[in-house]
């Protein structure tokens, strides 16, 4: 099937293909453990749903953003709390294969409650089921062939695929080999997927491969299945850069989910107070890469961010 036919086919799955604004939550892991004060090992938000009242957590944590989102009449894409509730990081946290599996699908499910419960004709809320990197999000270390990544997220990917999460959503991806590796294994399970890498402060992947040598290359080996792809956990300034407006990878690029702060992945790491930066400011770094990267439709926040950023971003996206 070419890509083009297939993305026609996502469009009932993938409203934000088609509709001008989607939101997303700022950063999970951050909000719990810096302003909420919950502990979270090996930055596992899945594993609140091990623990007595952490559903109830998590619902509201999504709630402010899909208030906001209905209130401005916009969309919303909710990612399960699942992005370390892959293999390896289970068995950290002691959790067998089959509890795993579990978690998984009860987190896909608390989005559905949401959906079911808020989603409206003016906010269609798309749900998620997030994944993310078998290693640390920021460091490339043992690296995977393309094979072995298929192999090894093909488990949490089939889980995913037989919820009613409306496509896979591959965060902080940072090398080319295991992001080819997840859209085979989503290709396989018969699932839209969205790959979203993170970059440095020069633009570059921590592999160091270049942002679009990495799209281009993953869209290259899967015959273009991935639905679109997105930044996230980098700052507006460490990647505007090496945007080419117009350039056939730029136009792939639907989705930013920006960090609050400046400060690079390593500075980031050392940090031991949260650097929530300016929500205005953010905003308008936002609203600047318009013109660079005019198909962006799916906005929201990573690491330091919260409603307040959301919220910003949308006000002066829809003003502008």
Do not use: K
């Amino acid at each position: 099937m070419e890509a083009t036919d297939r993305r026609a086919r996502y469009r009932d799955a993938l409203p934000q293909l088609e509709r001008p604004l989607f939101l997303t939550e700022g950063g999970l892991e951050t909000t719990l453990i810096f302003h909420e004060g919950h502990d979270l090992p090996h930055f596992a938000a899945y594993d609140l749903l091990a623990r007595d009242g952490g559903e109830d957590v998590l619902r509201r944590y999504f709630e402010p953003y899909v208030r906001l989102a209905v209130e401005r009449r916009v969309g919303v894409v909710l990612d399960s709390p699942t992005w370390r509730a892959s293999r390896d990081w289970g068995e950290r946290l002691g959790h067998s294969p089959d509890r795993l599996a579990d978690l998984n699908r009860r987190a896909v499910a608390l989005l559905v409650e949401l959906r079911e419960e808020h989603e409206t004709e003016t906010t269609p809320i798309v749900a998620a089921g997030c994944i993310g990197p078998r290693g640390d999000g920021y460091v490339v270390a043992a690296r995977m062939t393309a094979d072995e990544a298929a192999a090894y997220h093909a488990t949490q990917v089939e889980t995913l695929a037989d919820t009613a999460a409306d496509f896979v959503s591959a965060m902080t991806m940072t090398y080319a080999d295991e992001a080819v590796g997840i859209v085979q294994a989503a290709r396989e399970a018969g699932v839209p997927v969205v790959i979203s890498f993170t970059v440095e402060t020069d633009g570059c992947l921590p592999s160091g491969q270049s942002l679009r040598d990495a799209i281009e290359e993953v869209d290259a080996r899967t015959d273009a299945y991935a639905a679109y792809f997105m930044v996230n956990c980098a700052h507006p300034s460490h990647f505007d850069a090496v945007l080419e407006p117009g350039a056939a990878w730029s136009d792939r690029i639907l989705g930013l989910r920006a960090n609050a702060s400046r400060l690079s992945h390593a500075e980031l790491d050392e940090a031991e107070e949260l650097d929530i930066g300016n929500p205005e400011e953010l905003a308008l770094e936002y609203v600047a890469l318009r013109e660079r990267l005019p198909r962006l439709t799916v906005l929201g926040g990573c690491c330091g961010t919260d409603h307040r950023h959301v919220e910003a971003i949308c006000l002066a996206w829809t003003g502008a």
